[in-house]
């Protein structure tokens, strides 16, 4: 490894989901090394995060793949300088093992050659030490089983335990590790998975892990100016032997630490059309305490004089590279991945997939209509066809996936669009009013910017008063292109326009991909002041364009929808408890109704609380409420959305998601597979709760309203502490009283912040307060306090008086 200076990465702890009556060390992932394995074999991976010292049990996502925890490892600190002696010493003993079992040099030259690199004073002459006692060493992975270790092995354990700790800064969220054994089917998909650990606070956040059907090695250190630099005292004949390339096809695995640079050798073929494929930032979407966010790799490829013949730090507007080469020349070739300003840690973890495999760079159309027989064209490296087939069946929130597939050899997966409204093509030449294409409404156009400075013209006609949406997509279907989009009138005034368009509430943007930092899909929305004829203009905000800038243009009245996101993905509640979480609502060309959410066949004995989002919001918190029964593991639970949109009804399936930083700021509500709930085996505090009311409770603005909350009576009553989570603005929790039935919360709103109706849900967290007893049996001068949990949501509905 070479240190260089480098930009610092500041420890931030910092939580963005507001989730009460939570365990405040629950566990946490923040990396996998290495993140996936072939389908087949079995593997040892390590996660790294915080709070997971009791690592219980692992969960994996999807069928095939099985986990289960190995031990807990101890954080490695620095070594004392008696062990530090010891395991030098040690080290140098079985490197010279090695060394004496090597085959001998042949010939005259060779054996002088042999004699010169033995004799020729280095680094590891100046390390060596006398004899000493020997010691105990940490039981740590690295330092286990030295002595089947290879050269290679020896001294990849010794640059990762004595390269200088001081250049990495402490990070408690990293610092603690889990060694996990996983095992992958031989028929397992393809694909990302999700992968949580269950410790004894809780269940942790999900993260990715990859299965794929290529063979898998790891990096081993050092290898930063060359993959396989000389080891000292090897002669060159036995290092040659030990340098072997690694064999295509191959995943290869690693971590960057500070100013690290990793290499990898490889021997290619001529006329092979490679694709080096990076996940990064694939791994890990977002780093909260780092700029810009995550992980940004570069890639190069040097020939075996040391030449670079191709380079790149990114696949057009994604951050993770793909680089494309065709090889030259039989040989052998290095390629060289670090982190564009040499930051590292043990989280900055990388995947590169070296193959001759197909790889899909561009497709049109980039969807196609619900039902309707679709086959798109397809261009990239390796692909024996130039068509796809595309499933168009209804598809989750109007995104599919497809990828090119022959026997083993699968392409990557590209997305594309499904939609019920009708399509057609865009017709060339339509770059000017006077040669516009003419289209009738509703309708989605496939198209393409097909060269620098293109613009693509549409002719609409259209009433007074009419409402008129126009939306791209392209940026979200893995296009290029960057759209620009003006609606003008038949003199050419602009009536609309946009470039790029995003919802945003504060910092969070809302996107429904959660992935996507520039977003450069365009969309309007426009009323027309006439009747008459309209222009739709699309352009490359850049002027770019190619046969890759596809994409699809929606022209119709406002279609209004909704998209819903669960957060966190991951929570846990105590038997007969209640647990809150928040739902986005996503809503789309102006809907602004009401949202009802249900379970979706939820396992027996779980309900929810205040399962309605209210006209006009976009996020509302809910609680779910646990059996008093636990069940054996943790399940996934599914909500959905029902709204009447038009005289329909309209039902939408809800995402799990969580509410992730990027760079100390921004948040984006990143998509999980599924929402999962850990039932803990113990009983929550707080009697069973029930809040006595059919409806929402009014409470008039500058007055008051009392609720009943139904409990058994007990004597904890008496001690409960009930209070507001992130109430509206202008409400209290004026009065607590013991009643027969319960206990009775009188709120109280003031006129001066809240003059509008408004809805909302109460979180209400209860924590007991009591007085302890000294060892003496008098009362102690403290109190204590600790929660008890949440209530039921309570619907409230505050109305001018």
């Not at 998975?193 to 898998?216: D, H, M, Y």
């Not at 809907?591 to 396992?603: N, S």
Request: glycine letters at 8%; hydrophobic letters at 40%; aromatic letters at 6%.
């Amino acid at each position: 490894m070479q240190f260089v200076l480098r930009p610092t990465l500041v420890v931030l702890v910092l939580c963005t989901a507001t989730v009460w009556g939570q365990s405040t060390n629950e566990p946490h992932i923040g990396y996998l090394y290495p993140a996936g394995g072939q389908a087949g074999t079995t593997v040892q991976i390590v996660a790294g995060g915080q709070f997971l010292r009791s690592a219980l049990h692992v969960y994996v996502s999807g069928d095939g793949v099985h986990a289960k925890v190995v031990e807990y490892i101890k954080p490695l600190r620095n070594l004392q300088k008696e062990q530090r002696e010891f395991l030098q010493g040690r080290l140098k003993e079985l490197r010279d093992q090695r060394l004496a079992a090597l085959p001998q040099p042949r010939g005259r030259r060779a054996r002088a050659a042999s004699r010169n690199a033995t004799d020729r004073p280095g680094p590891e002459k100046a390390e060596e030490v006398p004899e000493i006692k020997e010691v105990e060493l940490p039981d740590h992975p690295l330092l286990r089983d030295l002595e089947s270790k290879s050269l290679r092995e020896l001294a990849h354990v010794k640059e990762m335990i004595f390269f200088s700790r001081t250049k990495l800064q402490p990070n408690r969220q990293l610092a603690e590790m889990v060694l996990i054994e996983v095992t992958i089917d031989a028929d397992a998909a393809p694909g990302n998975r999700e992968l949580r650990i269950k410790a004894a606070a809780g269940l942790s956040n999900p993260i990715v892990f990859q299965v794929e059907q290529l063979p898998e090695v790891r990096e081993l250190e050092p290898n930063d100016g060359q993959a396989y630099p000389d080891l000292p005292g090897v002669p060159a004949e036995a290092a040659a032997a030990l340098a072997q390339p690694v064999a295509l096809p191959v995943v290869l695995n690693g971590r960057i630490m500070p100013g690290d640079v990793d290499r990898f050798r490889f021997r290619a073929r001529q006329g092979q059309q490679l694709a080096m494929e990076v996940q990064a930032r694939g791994l890990i979407p977002y780093l909260a305490d780092a700029v810009p966010g995550w992980f940004q790799a570069t890639l190069a490829l040097y020939d075996a004089r040391g030449n670079e013949v191709a380079y790149a730090d990114d696949y057009r507007f994604n951050p993770d590279p793909v680089l494309f080469y065709e090889i030259p020349a039989d040989g052998e070739y290095e390629l060289e991945i670090h982190d564009s300003i040499y930051r590292g840690r043990e989280d900055f973890v990388y995947s590169i997939v070296v193959s001759a495999r197909p790889f899909i760079t561009q497709m049109f159309p980039l969807g196609g209509r619900a039902g309707a027989d679709t086959v798109a064209t397809i261009g990239g490296w390796n692909l024996p066809e130039t068509s796809l087939t595309l499933n168009t069946a209804p598809a989750s929130e109007g995104i599919a996936h497809a990828a090119y597939t022959k026997g083993r050899r699968r392409s990557n997966s590209v997305p594309y669009a499904v939609d019920t409204l009708p399509e057609i093509d865009e017709a060339e030449s339509n770059d000017t009013p006077k040669r516009a294409q003419k289209i009738d409404l509703p309708v989605i156009v496939n198209g393409r910017i097909a060269a620098g400075g293109d613009v693509d013209v549409f002719r609409v006609r259209g009433r007074a008063g009419a409402r008129v949406v126009a939306e791209v997509t392209a940026r979200r279907l893995n296009s290029p292109l960057d759209s620009l989009l003006r609606l003008t009138d038949d003199s050419g005034n602009v009536l609309a326009w946009n470039d790029d368009y995003v919802e945003e509430e504060g910092y969070l943007h809302k996107d429904r991909l959660g992935l996507v930092t520039h977003h450069a899909d365009s969309y309007l929305s426009a009323e027309l002041p006439r009747d008459g004829t309209y222009y739709v203009r699309l352009s490359d905000a850049l002027s770019h364009g190619g046969q890759a800038y596809g994409y699809r243009l929606r022209i119709s009245a406002p279609r209004p929808d909704f998209a819903l996101r669960v957060t966190p993905s991951s929570v846990q509640v105590k038997m007969d408890g209640t647990v809150p979480f928040c739902v986005h609502a996503l809503r789309q060309d102006g809907f602004a109704g009401a949202i009802d959410v249900t379970l979706k066949d939820p396992p027996t004995g779980f309900s929810l609380g205040g399962g309605r989002i209210p006209a006009g919001s976009d996020r509302i918190c809910m609680t779910l409420k646990a059996p008093a029964k636990a069940l054996d593991r943790a399940v996934a639970v599914h909500l959905e959305g029902r709204a009447v949109i038009e005289g329909q009804t309209v039902s939408r399936v809800a995402v799990a998601a969580d509410d992730v930083m990027q760079a100390f700021l921004y948040r984006h509500l990143v998509p999980a597979q599924e929402f999962m709930v850990l039932m803990r085996h113990s009983r929550s505090g707080m009697p069973p709760a029930e809040v006595a009311a059919d409806g929402p409770v009014r409470i008039p603005a500058g007055g008051s309203a009392r609720v009943l909350v139904k409990m058994p009576r007990r004597r904890i009553l008496e001690e409960m502490r009930p209070e507001l989570k992130d109430p509206p603005a202008g409400m209290i929790l004026d009065k607590v009283a013991v009643v027969p039935q319960g206990l009775e919360l009188t709120l109280k709103v003031g006129t001066e912040v809240l003059r509008e109706r408004r809805t909302d849900n109460l979180i209400v967290e209860v924590a007991r307060e009591y007085t302890p007893k000294e060892k003496d049996g008098t009362p102690s001068k403290k109190k204590r306090r600790y929660s008890l949990g949440v209530l039921p949501a309570i619907p409230v509905e505050i109305v001018s008086q």
